[in-house]
């Protein structure tokens, strides 16, 4: 990859922030990378390692010099910008759902399914997962490889900066009014973030799932090739910055062991078992930030169900959630 010419697309954002620390630690040179954004950003520099990266405005970007680029700068941008790329001949890896569900796009996190990215030569474009999706899905493939997945239920705990820095901000600005007393008035979450739970992320269908909780289980049959498993989700925004958490019950077709179980995820890649309840040995989403794994704790059978285990695992949203899984398909392309 070091030889690569890439672009980021969105650099300015949290996750093209994180893209670019990523590739930098990955040994790709200031040379071979453009860092992109709206008009707003063109003209600005990006500090990256002893370099500055001065931003290109998208609309006058030039794609046909680029090998990979790595899209994160909102669904309307990826729709009108990403096959313009890949028509100048670039690979795309695009951040948002715009192409997620396309059946002509591979969705790939690379531990699980990277065999199927060679359906991107449809279209030259490849999606990463939503960040949630990602991380319970990573729990799932080694249990399902097992035991066959039949049923999940997915309860979500999602940090603010799911929603982006004006998530992250609005958390701030109204923790600080908490504490002073001042008036709370919400912007950019419909109710009251700080010292308080939301069930609502994205807007509600007709099916009164909201598009998140539909991303999740549409997502997750997707990367697992399996269309015959039910799925259920209720998505929660939760005062937290960086760290999404997943609580799942996931009903297997085969009777579970929870040691068999136990011993797969702790050698599963990308995972980290760490599940000690006797010594409140558990993670949360502060274990996970600025972390690459997906941390896996409150592993346990149902009582009454033979097939069925819950457990609850955390990752850094911004990193393997999005930035790190964008640069492991890079890195593995």
């Keep these: 990859m070091k030889n690569k010419i890439l672009a980021v697309v969105g650099a300015t954002g949290r996750v093209g922030r994180e893209m670019l620390s990523i590739l930098r630690d990955e040994g790709v040179s200031a040379q071979n990378i453009s860092a992109i954004a709206s008009s707003r950003s063109a003209g600005g520099f990006i500090n990256y390692d002893d370099s500055k990266l001065c931003v290109t405005d998208l609309e006058k970007m030039d794609f046909s010099g680029i090998d990979i680029a790595l899209f994160s700068a909102g669904g309307d941008v990826s729709r009108v910008y990403a096959p313009i790329a890949a028509a100048a001949g670039c690979t795309v890896i695009d951040n948002t759902s715009c192409f997620r569900m396309d059946p002509n796009v591979p969705l790939i996190v690379p531990e699980i399914n990277f065999a199927d990215i060679r359906k991107y030569e449809n279209k030259s474009i490849i999606s990463n997962p939503n960040c949630s999706t990602i991380q319970m899905v990573m729990v799932l493939k080694p249990l399902h490889d097992i035991f066959q997945l039949e049923e999940v239920v997915i309860s979500t705990y999602q940090a603010t900066s799911g929603a982006g820095q004006k ?54 049959k997707k990367i697992l090739s399996i269309d015959d498993i039910d799925i259920t989700a209720t998505c929660v925004r939760v005062p937290v910055i960086v760290g999404h958490a997943v609580s799942v019950f996931a009903k297997f077709h085969e009777k579970t062991d929870l040691e068999v179980a136990r011993q797969a995820v702790g050698r599963f890649s990308g995972l980290a078992l760490m599940d000690e309840p006797e010594e409140y040995v558990y993670s949360t989403p502060i274990d996970a930030a600025s972390k690459d794994a997906v941390f896996v704790s409150r592993m346990r059978k149902h009582p009454t169900i033979e097939e069925a285990l819950s457990f609850w695992c955390v990752s850094d949203n911004v990193r393997k959630g999005a930035a790190l899984n964008a640069v492991q398909i890079a890195k593995m392309l």
């Design 167 to 220: 998530g992250v901000d609005e958390l701030m600005e109204q923790t600080r009014a908490c504490i002073s007393g001042t008036e709370i008035k919400p912007h950019h979450f419909k109710r009251q973030i700080a010292f308080n739970l939301i069930p609502q992320i994205d807007v509600f269908t007709d099916s009164l799932y909201t598009k998140e909780e539909l991303k999740m289980m549409n997502e997750t």
